[in-house]
């Protein structure tokens, strides 16, 4: 808590230095005026957009693309295009051409376009809209990493055609340059928005992520699932989303057009400390659905490149699934550790190393009953949520207490955190303090063990007479007993970035559940648009946050008394004189 003898003035200063405008009514009332513009929230927008320093870059690489300098310039340069996409979602009006051309005929002044600079100051609604729609298109285009035709649904030979050029050894090139261009611009632009974090907030963070993805419907009917089949969409590389399973619709009736946002969120440093600073998005990643394959390594490195020291990692299921070269090693190595949970199938022993076994993601001396090896599997089970119909975790609270206890003094004790290699040092528990049961001689015995152990990052993969194929231990490794009161305290601070999504696809903010605010086509506009909401929420979120630490500063404070009766409670206090008559 940043300790200062005048809260008000403190607020201030916050508020001018990030949002240029000295309270949070002041930025309330601005945000209200659907009439002339503020020129203090055109100001804002165009802050973030400078301070990112994507507008140098996006005109070095059309630069590079134009045949020659001859042509008009555009009505709408590239800088004035992503602070009106900018503004209007931050509006609740979304990234669409009819609401920005509406602003442009309408709401604009001299002023405002000059501070945009637009040098045409004329034109009716449908000549803004066709320059809106044109500068965006153009500056896409130096972005975009599936460019296709998008003003009509392709047949099977067009599309056909349109898969080979993307394939083709030059198509490969050109996604792989066009997609690393996209991912930097929208990375800088939530940047940008995580950077306007006062430094003595963001120094009480200790680097705590979770991770998921959401869905991102788009206009239209789904494409359908064979690719040598005609087009249903505009957007022939948009996919198919359905709830179930990893969400790649394969043609049932309820698949709808979608893409995926993944993104990672600020978590507590410790479950409940909510109060330290808010929740920011500070990565964002895009996909097609079911996709995921290395977007959340992605995530982590776009995290890092904001000068994050590693912390935990709170991630679902699906990340389960990866294969441990994209996402479980890769982590480890950069110094992150996991909070995970698991599908049913791989519950119980998940690997061994020496004389040590790997259950539930911890490691324990291989002395440990059958019974408690098995334990989660038996208290775990998966119902069905009435009104959702998703399945859902239930666990037996009573069960789930009596396992951890039980299983605790055979648990290896971990001293300190992983080291550069991935390699863990662990304590053995002591052996008087466990009834050691040998499971192959089916006997109690009396163990003689080593003092330490370390396990190296790739425990567990060489084959056993029992196990050919063995799963690497890494795969299912994290830092707390899976179930115990450690773990689901820090896995349940995963909601904030189910929040976050919430915030995302509010109704009356960013919206982008709602296909009708984004009326662009193609990978690169949705991916453009959902990050720009996400440096939107950011913008909010800093400021409900300033306005919630003024008010906890603020706070009267009760001091407790100090005098208790002799049973020690707190003595009654005399009633006040009544001034009306009795009754």
């Not at 294969?323 to 519950?347: A, H, M, T």
């Amino acid at each position: 808590m940043n300790h200062v003898s005048d809260p008000e003035e403190l607020l201030t200063r916050r508020m001018l230095d990030t949002f240029g405008v000295p309270s949070s009514h002041d930025l309330a009332v601005e945000r209200k005026k659907y009439g002339p513009m503020s020129k203090a929230y055109l100001a804002l927008a165009a802050r973030i957009v400078d301070h990112s320093g994507v507008v140098g870059r996006l005109e070095e690489w059309h630069k590079e693309n134009r045949k020659s300098n001859a042509g008009a310039k555009p009505y709408i340069p590239f800088r004035a295009v992503l602070i009106l996409l900018l503004i209007h979602i931050q509006m609740g009006h979304g990234a669409n051409y009819q609401e920005i051309a509406h602003t442009l005929a309408h709401r604009f002044d001299p002023e405002h376009r000059r501070m945009l600079g637009i040098v045409e100051g004329s034109g009716t609604h449908k000549e803004w809209y066709l320059r809106m729609w044109r500068s965006t298109n153009t500056m896409l285009a130096q972005m975009d990493p599936y460019p296709s035709r998008r003003n009509k649904r392709l047949s099977e030979g067009e599309y056909a055609a349109q898969v080979a050029k993307w394939e083709s050894t030059q198509g490969r090139i050109d996604t792989k340059i066009m997609l690393a261009r996209l991912d930097w611009l929208c990375e800088k632009l939530v940047h940008t928005t995580v950077r306007m974090l006062p430094k003595d907030i963001w120094d009480r963070y200790a680097g705590n992520i979770a991770i998921d993805a959401t869905k991102m419907e788009i206009a239209g009917r789904p494409n359908a699932p064979d690719p040598r089949r005609k087009r249903s969409n505009a957007d022939p590389f948009a996919g198919r989303y359905r709830r179930e399973g990893n969400h790649d619709g394969q043609g049932a009736k309820t698949d709808v057009a979608a893409y995926e946002l993944e993104n990672a969120v600020m978590v507590w440093n410790r479950p409940g400390e909510r109060h330290m600073f808010p929740s920011l998005t500070l990565a964002v990643t895009f996909h097609r659905p079911g996709r995921l394959v290395g977007h959340g390594l992605r995530l982590v490195q776009s995290v890092e490149r904001l000068g994050v020291r590693p912390g935990l990692i709170l991630a679902d299921r699906a990340y389960n699934g990866e294969r441990i070269e994209n996402f479980q090693i890769p982590v480890r190595l950069l110094g992150w550790e996991l909070v995970i949970d698991y599908p049913k199938n791989y519950l119980g022993e998940q690997s061994s190393y020496e004389d040590l076994i790997l259950v539930d993601g911890s490691w324990y001396v291989t002395y440990m009953p059958q019974a408690l090896i098995d334990g989660s599997k038996k208290i775990r089970k998966e119902v069905k949520d009435p009104v959702t119909g998703d399945k859902k975790t239930v666990v037996d609270e009573a069960e789930r207490e009596r396992l951890i206890r039980a299983r605790e003094p055979y648990r290896m004790i971990p001293k300190g955190r992983p080291d550069k290699d991935g390699y863990q040092r662990f304590t053995y528990p002591r052996p008087g303090s466990y009834l050691a049961y040998d499971r192959g001689a089916k006997k109690v015995i009396t163990p003689t063990t080593a003092r330490t152990i370390t396990i190296p990052i790739d425990a567990g993969d060489k084959p056993t007479k029992q196990n050919k194929k063995p799963v690497p231990a890494i795969k299912h490794v994290q830092k707390y007993p899976y179930l115990s009161e450690e773990h689901q305290g820090f896995y349940g601070m995963r909601s904030l970035v189910e929040s976050s999504h919430r915030v995302l696809k509010d109704s009356n903010r960013e919206d982008i559940a709602n296909p009708a605010k984004r009326t662009g086509r193609g990978y690169a506009f949705h991916y453009l648009a959902v990050a720009l909401a996400a440096a939107s929420t950011n913008l909010r979120k800093i400021e409900t946050f300033f306005m919630a630490d003024y008010e906890r500063m603020t706070a009267p404070k009760h001091r407790a008394r100090r005098r208790k009766t002799v049973n020690g409670s707190e003595p009654l206090r005399a009633l006040p004189n009544s001034t009306a008559p009795p009754a």
